[in-house]
């Protein structure tokens, strides 16, 4: 089965960090672009991070340069975000996906179901 699942989402506090995990199943994700979206509420999704099939180019959203990083792990077929110093816009739900476009914008093709993460005092 053909599936991508997204973990480490919660209530954290402005400042601080989370590290979001997206394990795929039933295909290499090594293959693929790959990118983490998000969606706030009342908002439209949008392309936090994009990364390349061979690493060789990265995109982050302007609003979250300098503190988002999306890596690859090849030998457990899995992507992470490392987000540090977290505002409350951050605040949505975090999707990961394989991408047909490593932007600018993002252009995703499949989604996993999704992780949430709210910033708040």
């Known amino acids: 089965q053909v599936q991508l699942v997204e973990s480490g989402g919660g209530l954290v506090q402005p400042g601080g960090s989370l590290r979001l995990s997206c394990a795929a199943s039933?295909?290499?994700?090594?293959?693929?672009?790959i990118g983490w979206f998000r969606q706030a509420p009342g908002k439209e999704r949008e392309g936090v991070s994009c990364?390349?099939?061979?690493?060789?180019?990265?995109y982050y959203a302007d609003s979250v340069k300098g503190r988002f990083t999306i890596s690859r792990d090849r030998a457990k077929n899995m992507i992470t975000l490392q987000m540090n110093n977290l505002e409350p816009e951050d605040t949505g739900v975090y999707y990961c996906?394989?991408?047909?476009?490593?932007?600018?914008?993002?252009?995703?093709?499949?989604w996993g179901q999704g992780t949430q993460v709210s910033v708040s005092s």
């Open positions: 039933g295909f290499r994700l090594n293959d693929y672009a």
């Open positions: 996906a394989t991408v047909i476009r490593t932007g600018p914008p993002c252009k995703a093709d499949y």
């Open positions: 990364k390349s099939s061979d690493d060789g180019y990265t």
